[in-house]
């Protein structure tokens, strides 16, 4: 899908009103003097105004008085004599230029794969040149005949403030000498424009006399120039370094033409030394922007507005009636071609200037040239400038309309380049305004066929009254150019609009008249738009780009030629079709060569060394090719870096890796889990034993090859078994085969290595890594097993990342290793899972350490899936399969995961840890998990779960925290395991976070005995995987009593976040209080010690259906009441999974911590209806009262003497509310709810109970009611000071009628 605000932005700023500067040549000067630019240059990068008057935006005011606001505009800057358009031959040769230049630095670079360009962000970033070239070439068809949006819509006069003689003789002395711009001389541009008056002063080349002389006389002569004159003052700055980027200003100067035009002079002064804009300081930037932005605001949109509304009025008086439509039908050749003088003055508004027409006749300056089809006082060329200026200020509908006009009496005219014109704008304005891709299609369309049969100008349009049916001219250039920028708007829209199918369309059709360059461009363009399309058309889009390559060669743009090329290459590479390769290198290798590029012309000629199904003379002509580009760069001393040859063919993707290794990979999800993960464990098991020396296994026999441990060790070679084979039918020579490696620094010292076998010869090993070389000749169609070796010297990282060699003894080739990722083995068989669809990986990359023993680890009991804080039992099982005894066995694990009998290091403070880690380390959740009560005992020190314990039998087990992680390391230097030997430690696993999670356990253990020098160490990781599913959701609040110490009222929220299980809920547990269910009334006590009462009742046990919510309240007390509250509380809930209740249960629980204990009201109150769900009365005809039965709960926190208040209701028939009982804000009473007894004194309560109110209250119509008007009192008899009041929270009724009828019957 494209993207349509891009593409209606895009529109929209081609219709931006221009402003003609006109500056005095002493201003220019200066200005160039002291900035480096001229005046226009100086204004440009402002004209971008993004948010006019802040983010509100400007009103305007339309003709039709639509609501319309302009956010953003751009003003264009030009001088005079630059406006109009240059040759068509000027302008193919400066845009040829263009796209030499854009291309220039993107064709060499990597072309992206197919892919990249199907998920690209635009069409245009696979060709960003395309871009330049469309917008160069949108300038170069400025300032058209035919249409008016780049006609000037007011002039600006600078004059410096040094100026003697009066300030408006010198703005009126500058515009009767102003050099108006060629279509304006000829009558076809509207020379009444309005006039801005600026004064320049230099601040370091003025004086303060010049300012104060200047303001005075414009002030003198304000009333004669109107509000639109102004003094501005730049040049504050110093001379040393520029305020602004140099590209700030150089952004918006565009190229120079020869010739000139296209709003640019023939050529520009060279950028002085110390840059563009060297004296302006930051206030002198600030006030440029902010003149364009006054000047636009607050004169050039409101003058806009007027003159739209006066060329409004003018076309309506022209057009309205039946007598001015007949007219216009019958005489529309007379009026057309009658001209200026035919036509009735333009109405001026207040600030414009007088017209050149009216200081003499023009015919002069037209050097005889003939007069315009419109001229500017015609009704066509109003009309014409009446949509354009609503499209620059956003009035699309307005615009729109006058333009269907418009095109009627064009085509009637057969003014088919001005027709043409009109259903461009059109076809913008519906594009603009959202209407169906069908209208903008017909209007483009059209546009672009009228264009394209050379119906152009002035002259076309008279010639266009040939009889019909005769065959015309070729169509112009001109005509084609036109043609080309309909096409160009076209493919735009249509891809912001998802409508790539209509690009390719539109752009097909145009690349046929345009040239050389045009038409390769186009292609490009619609090969592109190919991909778009769903499903993408590869082989489509690489056609195209072969036809577009073929333009490109035609024109001499041999590097875009080449990049097609090499993007097609793309696409067909690895497809099979063998001929397209070999002659699109063939094609490439000859641009490259031509182009001097001997690197690519190299990597080119070897591609074509894989064409496998040619004859021997084309495979040896291939070879020479090869070699004759590599000698020649030789011969020019050209480095070429070693060539991917596809000869001889190779096995990079199975090499057989031989290797001895200090980490064990224990499974493959353990090699996948990310470094980020393994860096702190290890950091935690490995710490700093590892010590320089040599290993105590160096010297020894190699051991079978660890596939899932990238280790190796000092000394110990590594070797690969590489299969080759030459597919040719000529014979090969390969040299110096070899392995590229290179080995990083690390702790050890250099050993000896093995001797070199015989036909091979080792490298240097001066860079610590001794390399052997082969040698071999393959015969045509022979293939071989070679075992390329390499031996590091010392202790370090050694990476293997290609093969090289040297073919026939002239060509290098370096290919990389693509090694797949090691693969697991299938449970029970030991054989390997091949899996292809995994991506290959960039080569090997082993650590060099020592040989050491081998530890694994499994871990039984832990489910593919658990939900969020369920604890469960498991046994981490540990046995050694190497062949040597292990001893100082330390395991680290990540957050979750605990062994079950260990104890804590000195120093730990248990109070210290986080509640997840408290709950883990402690019995209370091993013993909840095997199916005990849990009472929230402290933790840390208890010993483990009771259902544990009896299994453990491993002593001085003990753990501490891993510095700056969650996870856990554990030590026990008394344990020894001799190889085969088992081991099974019991553990608890508690996952809080949802979503899928990795279990990872690191252990690491030596040599038993410690007799070996430097005590090297092995490591083993394991990562095990599970998912976690949602469980449940809490939220807390404690509230603490205000008379009774040490007593807490606690309200926990559950929400229960599975959509399939259920959950029961038992009572929640606070460490350092003890907790009791809710209970009692207004004769019965608190139950603030039934959790540690015989006689106590049982806990209660609350379910909780799937995706339901539920809030529990709980008694807490202090265990210690002596001492002083604490400034916050744990909060854990025990649950069990209702789903899976009896053997295998799934228990757990959820956790709040470091809930903050608040002080707390004497009284807590709910208010909800009796039963959930709303309230069925038969009907209120015949009974006209519903009694609606209410549940009022209590709760104390110390004894008082409690009064209810219930008041009025409030109707929610608007939409107030969601439905249901809830909270609900407090509102006006009305009469359809009636509570009978409003007050009621319910006598002293004790401290720390419940009470549940039943009330009820009447109501007379049924909907949704808010009961908003409810409130408590109490008082304490001898302590007044603690009497106080609360509102309680309202609650929503709803009351529905069980038969049918009106629904909402009652009281009005």
Known sequence: MGDPARARAWLADIWSPAVMVVASPETDAACLASTGLTVVELLRPFGVIPHLNGTVGVPIRTAAEHPVRLHSWRLRFYAPQHMFQPSPAAADAHLRGVLSAAAAAGVMSPVPDLDTLIHAGSVSEAAPWFEVYRTEFFRMMAFGEHETMDHPVACLLVVPSTHRGGMGAAFEELYARAPLPPLMRSGAMESSLLRLHLVLHDARASSAEDLERAEMELRAVSSQLGSACQILTINHGSEETPVMDPRFWISSMEETLPGGGAGEPPSRTPTPAEGLGR????????????????????????HLEARIRGLNAHVSDARRGLRNQLKSLLWRGASAGGGAAAAPASPRLRGEGPSPRDQGDLSGARGGAPPPLYPSGSLVHRMRSLADLALMLGDVDGAASTLRLLAADLKADRAFRHYAGAQEALGVCAALSGAPSAEVNACLREAFYRHSQGGGGAAGARSSSAAPGAPGPAPERQGVRYATRAALMLTEYCRGAGLHGDAVWILMKAHYREDNTGAGLLLEQAAHSLLRLQPPRARKFAFHLVLAGLRYGACDQDGLAQRCYRQVLEVYRGKGWGLVEEHLHDVLGRYARELGDLASAARCHAALLGAQRSGPGTQRSHLDQLYDAVRLAAAKEVALPPLELPLPEMDLERPGLVFQGQTWYGNAAARQAPAELWRPLERAVVGDVREAGPSWL??????????????????????????ISNPLSVDLEVSRLRLVCRLEAGAGAASSAPGATSGSRPTDVADGVEVWEERLRLRAGEATVVCLRAAPRRRGTLHLDAVAWTLDGAADGLRPLAVRQPLPLKPGTGAVCIDAARPPAAGFRLEVGPALPCLELALEGLSPTCLAGQVALATLRLRNAGGVPLAGLRLAGGAGWHLAGAVPAPGIDGHALSLGQRLLVSSEAGDWAAGGVTEGAEPVQAPGPPALRGQFALKNLAWTLVPGTPARLYSAPEVQLAPGEELS???????????????????????????????????????????????????????????????????????????LEAFELHRPRCPGWTSSDMGGGLEGGAHGDAGDSPAAPPPRVDELAAGGAVTRHAWLRRRDPARPLPADCDVVLPWLAAKRAGAGARRGLSAVPRQLVRPGPRIHALLAPAAPGPVTHPGFQEQPLCRVPLVLRLWTTAPAHVVVELGGAADEAEGAGQGGSGTAAPAAPLAHVWAGRTRRALGTLRACSELELELEVLVSRPGRHALADVSLAWGQPGARQLDGSRPVPGCLIEVVEAGPGPGRQGLQ
């Open 279 to 302: 004296r302006l300081a930051p206030r002198d930037v600030e006030a440029l922007g902010d003149y364009v932005r006054e000047a636009a605001v607050r004169v050039l949109i409101p």
């Open 985 to 1059: 430690l019991p553990c608890v696993i508690r996952l809080t976070r949802p979503g899928p999670r990795l279990l990872c356990i690191a252990a690491s253990y030596r040599v038993a005995g410690g007799a070996v020098q430097g005590a090297a160490q092995r490591s083993t990781r394991c990562a095990f995987e599970t998912v976690v599913q949602p469980s449940l959701q809490l939220s807390a609040a404690v509230a603490a009593g205000t008379c009774e110490p040490g007593a807490a009222l606690l309200q926990l929220g559950v929400v229960n976040l599975q959509g």
């Open 698 to 723: 160096d010297g020894a026999a190699p051991q079978r090859a660890q596939r899932r441990v990238p280790v190796c060790c000092v000394g110990e070679p590594v070797s690969i078994d590489l299969r």
